[in-house]
T-cell receptor, first 113, second 114 residues
Framework: GENVEQHPSTLSVQEGDSAVIKCTYSDSASNYFPWYKQELGKGPQLIIDIRSNVGEKKDQRIAVTLNKTAKHFSLHITETQPEDSAVYFC????????????FGAGTRLTVKP | EAGVAQSPRYKIIEKRQSVAFWCNPI?????LYWYQQILGQGPKLLIQ????????DSQLPKDRFSAERLKGVDSTLKIQPAKLEDSAVYLCASSLSSGNYEQYFGPGTRLTVT
């Protein structure tokens, strides 16, 4: 089955700096890659996703890149703000159905003011 | 629009006791998911419903876990008997349908088994 690895497990940046979180996946048939943000005491919330027919997607300060050949994808957050502090999860799915989605272990991002 | 509701938010039980969690998905969402999130890990799918039918329960430990969604709306997840390793946050999510539609997660129930 799919295995998703996520790095780093913790990341601390200064406000205004950029943050990058990287994930690798094992199943070359995976074709949908969402990123979730989980704040303390809340459930994960989808912040951006990318499908395998696209190499990059951007939404304001957030961007995701996908390298299908290398089987890795990354989340980029620019101009970080303290409210970006949270745990971020990547995930991968192959079936077009959410039931085979596998999540990474998460990255705890801290943005210091 | 109201989000996914879950109750209780916290539960502490002793091992071998039973516990039940309740979830009310977003109105109109046909698909409902239960996830287990152990501390320091990502969510792991336990069971997925499409309306009141089970789509996938391959990762549900059926000797002790059960779930139902009788009328295709609310759902309950039960553990009986609980083990120490069941300590986790149990997340409910819903989506419009069963494809790669956005999943909306509830706040979760934090279960501690002592």
């Amino acid at each position: 089955g799919e295995n998703v690895e996520q790095h780093p497990s913790t990341l601390s940046v200064q406000e205004g700096d950029s943050a990058v979180i990287k994930c690798t996946y094992s199943d070359s048939a995976s074709n949908y890659f969402p990123w979730y943000k989980q704040e303390l005491g809340k459930g994960p919330q989808l912040i951006i996703d990318i499908r395998s027919n696209v190499g990059e997607k951007k939404d304001q300060r957030i961007a995701v890149t996908l390298n299908k050949t290398a089987k890795h994808f990354s989340l980029h957050i620019t101009e970080t703000q303290p409210e970006d502090s949270a745990v971020y999860f990547c995930a991968a799915s192959r079936s077009g159905n959410n039931n085979d989605m596998r999540f990474g272990a998460g990255t705890r991002l801290t943005v210091k003011p | 629009e109201a989000g996914v509701a879950q109750s209780p938010r916290y539960k502490i039980i002793e091992k071998r006791q039973s516990v039940a969690f309740w979830c009310n998905p977003i109105s109109g969402h046909a698909t409902l998911y239960w996830y287990q999130q152990i501390l320091g890990q990502g969510p792991k799918l336990l069971i997925q419903f499409q309306n009141n039918g089970v789509v996938d329960d391959s990762q549900l430990p059926k000797d002790r876990f059960s779930a139902e969604r009788l009328k295709g709306v609310d759902s309950t997840l039960k553990i009986q008997p609980a083990k120490l390793e069941d300590s986790a946050v149990y997340l409910c999510a819903s989506s419009l349908s069963s494809g790669n539609y956005e999943q909306y997660f509830g706040p979760g129930t934090r279960l501690t088994v002592t």
